[in-house]
C-alpha cells in the first residue's frame, strides 16, 4: 500500500509517519522543506521525501501520483501570509483533494477539529467544515477525524510551559470553560487506523480524551505537579477582542486566537465524552490529561539537572 502524508512535519504527522511504516506500508510525505531536519528524520525512517506546496498545484499532481491513500494533515490555524488558514485549510486542501482524486487515489482521511461546522463563531472552524464537505463530495473512500484540542500545544504550549519556566502563566477570558485536551499521539493512532483498515471508512468521527478541564484547572494541574506556586494573570475577554483587533493585519493566526479568548463561554462548547469512543476503540488508550502533564513536569525536571551537570 502506497500513502501520502501531507503535513507530515507537523505536529501530528511526524507521530502518523512512524506509525504507517511500521505498518509495513510505503511511505510518501511532502513537504515544502525537504531538506529540513524534520523531513531527514523522516527520511531515515524509510519515507520517501517529495517538495510539494498545497498552493502549487502542479506539485500536488506529482506527490499523488500513484498513491492509494491520503492523509491530509496540514493546517494554519496559527499561520499568516502563505500560510493563512484559507490557503493551508481552505483552497490548499481542497486542491489537494481534487489532485488525489484525478490521480486515482482510492481514500482520503481529513485531519479536521471538534466543532467544524458552518455556523461556528470562528473562521478556522468553519473552513475546517468546508473542506469535510469537499472530501464527502469527491466520490472517494473517506473518514473525516475530528479531535479535540491538543494537549502539547492547547495545555502544555499556551498554558503549563510557562508556570515551569517562568513560574506564571497568562490565561485569556475567565479561564473557568471546560475543555476537552487529546493527546497527540492518541490520534495519530486513529490516523493510521483510518489509513490502514476499512471499519472507518465514509465516517465523522470525533476524537477526544479522558476528562474535561478548564484552562485554570490545568495551570493548577502542572503548578501542583511541579511543587510550585500557582501564578496565573488574566487577560479579561474585552481586552482579547481588542487586541485580536489589533492584531488582525499583522498576524491573523494570532487574532484567531485572541478572539477564542474573548468569546463567552456559552457560545460554543468544547467538551467531549470519550467513553463511547474508548468502548469502541480499546487498543489505543487514551491518556488522561493528568498523565500527560506528569510527563511534562518530569521532562521539566530532567532538563533543568542536565542543565546544571553541565555548568
Not at 483510518?194 to 476524537?207: C, I, K, N, P, W
Amino acid at each position: 500500500m502506497k500513502i501520502l502524508v501531507t503535513g507530515a512535519t507537523g505536529r501530528l504527522g511526524r507521530r502518523v509517519v512512524p506509525l504507517l511504516l511500521k505498518a509495513g506500508t510505503r511511505v510518501r510525505i511532502m513537504t515544502r522543506q525537504p531538506d529540513g531536519d524534520a523531513a531527514r528524520s523522516l527520511a531515515l525512517l524509510g519515507a520517501q521525501v517529495v517538495r510539494g506546496d498545497l498552493l502549487d498545484a502542479a506539485s500536488l499532481a506529482r506527490a499523488c501520483t500513484g498513491m492509494q491513500r491520503v492523509f491530509i494533515g496540514a493546517h494554519g490555524m496559527l499561520g499568516r501570509g502563505r500560510s493563512a488558514s484559507e490557503n493551508v485549510d481552505g483552497a490548499g486542501q481542497r486542491a489537494l483533494i481534487a489532485a488525489a482524486r484525478v490521480a486515482g487515489v482510492r481514500r482520503l482521511v481529513l485531519a479536521s477539529a471538534l466543532g467544524a461546522g458552518p455556523d461556528h463563531p470562528v473562521d478556522f472552524f468553519r473552513t475546517k467544515h468546508a473542506v469535510e464537505q469537499a472530501v464527502r463530495d469527491s466520490g472517494l473512500e473517506h473518514t473525516v477525524l475530528r479531535p479535540a484540542a491538543f494537549m502539547e500545544c492547547h495545555a502544555h504550549l499556551f498554558n503549563g510551559r510557562n508556570i515551569l519556566q517562568h513560574g506564571f502563566t497568562f490565561i485569556m477570558g475567565s479561564g473557568d470553560k471546560p475543555r476537552n485536551f487529546i493527546c497527540s499521539d492518541d490520534v495519530a493512532q486513529f490516523v493510521a487506523e483510518a489509513l490502514l483498515q476499512q471499519y472507518l471508512d465514509d465516517a465523522v468521527v470525533e476524537l477526544g480524551g479522558p476528562g474535561n478541564h478548564s484552562n485554570n484547572e490545568v495551570a493548577a494541574l502542572y503548578a501542583r505537579e511541579a511543587g510550585v506556586p500557582l501564578r496565573a494573570w488574566h487577560l479579561p475577554a474585552a481586552a482579547c477582542t481588542a487586541l485580536a483587533a489589533l492584531a488582525q493585519p499583522v498576524h491573523p493566526g494570532v487574532a484567531r486566537i485572541l478572539r477564542l479568548g474573548g468569546l463567552a463561554d456559552d457560545v460554543f462548547n468544547e467538551c467531549f465524552d470519550a467513553t463511547a469512543l474508548q468502548q469502541r476503540n480499546p487498543q489505543i488508550r487514551l491518556t488522561p490529561l493528568e498523565h500527560f502533564v506528569r510527563e511534562q513536569v518530569q521532562a521539566w525536571r530532567a532538563a533543568r539537572a542536565a542543565a546544571t551537570l553541565a555548568r
